[in-house]
């Protein structure tokens, strides 16, 4: 059986948390030390701390938020971090028949991953601009009001019926329109890295579809990719309860020509994803 990598790769906030804990329940190997639950992610991020670490280091050397937040692109990767990238994939491939790794800030460096791993197969998680704007900015402004509810009964009161409206709107206003920023960056840089690539290295999805047909996925990943997965029913890790709506953000953003561009790149990758009638699925 030939050596098998996966690059799961998708914004912050689209689900690729979600379908990383389906394909690890299915088997596949997604790295020996995992990042933990945290806000907005309380079963956990799934992602593989070798990368993640690496990720944030070159981040920092180009100072940049270690978030990975940023639409700056073509960011630097420094030669002692591409020797530890380069040692890390050498450790995995002889260890593991098949492995794979998610990370949201792979999408930074997509470039320098496909000259490290020619033969990588890319699973992309696609979510809609509105809903993974909503779920930022719902993740962020949640800290500010945990720090006030933690107050006195008077202070919480004031903040819940007068302070906090005022507050969450104001937040909007400073942040919605550099996440949708953000979010056009990614999806940007998924899609020069699909024009690359021949359609047999990669499927684009949305994790609605696997609500509807997490086998025919799962038959397509053990099937034209031949990764050897048990299968397991994507239903039982999804939690409606933890999946956002999303918000309309068009009033948040000052620079209207950003939501015609973020339309533009949802319609371009959504041409990307198979043919209907073999991977339906519809964005929430």
Request: proline fraction near 2%; charged fraction near 25%; glycine fraction near 6%.
């Amino acid at each position: 059986m030939p050596r098998q990598t996966l690059i799961i790769a998708g914004m912050h906030r689209s689900g690729t948390s979600l379908v990383t804990n389906w394909l690890s329940r299915c088997g596949l190997q997604i790295g020996e030390s995992l990042c933990g639950s945290g806000t907005g992610n309380v079963e956990g991020h799934f992602e593989d701390l070798e990368f993640l670490k690496l990720h944030e280091e070159i981040l920092d050397r180009n100072s940049l938020e270690k978030s990975g937040l940023t639409d700056t692109k073509d960011i630097e990767v420094p030669l002692y971090q591409l020797e530890k990238m380069k040692a890390v994939i050498g450790i995995k491939q002889q260890l593991y028949e098949q492995w794979a790794w998610k990370d949201p800030r792979t999408c930074l460096f997509l470039d320098t991953y496909a000259k490290l791993l020619p033969g990588a197969r890319y699973l992309v998680i696609l979510r809609n601009y509105q809903s993974v704007v909503s779920s930022l900015l719902r993740r962020d402004f949640a800290a500010i009001d945990q720090k006030y509810m933690a107050r006195n009964y008077i202070q919480r009161l004031a903040w819940t019926h007068f302070r906090r409206p005022r507050r969450l709107n104001a937040f909007y206003h400073d942040h919605a329109e550099n996440f949708l920023k953000v979010w056009i960056n990614y999806n940007e840089e998924i899609l020069n890295t699909l024009k690359k690539l021949h359609p047999d290295n990669y499927l684009v999805i949305n994790y609605s579809q696997l609500l509807e047909n997490d086998s025919e996925v799962f038959s397509f990943l053990t099937g034209k990719w031949q990764f050897a997965l048990n299968y397991f029913d994507f239903k039982d890790v999804y939690k409606q309860e933890l999946m956002n709506k999303a918000d309309d953000i068009s009033d948040f953003v000052t620079d209207k020509v950003l939501l015609i561009k973020a339309t533009y790149v949802l319609k371009r990758l959504g041409s990307y994803m198979r043919g209907s009638e073999s991977f339906p699925g519809k964005e929430e």
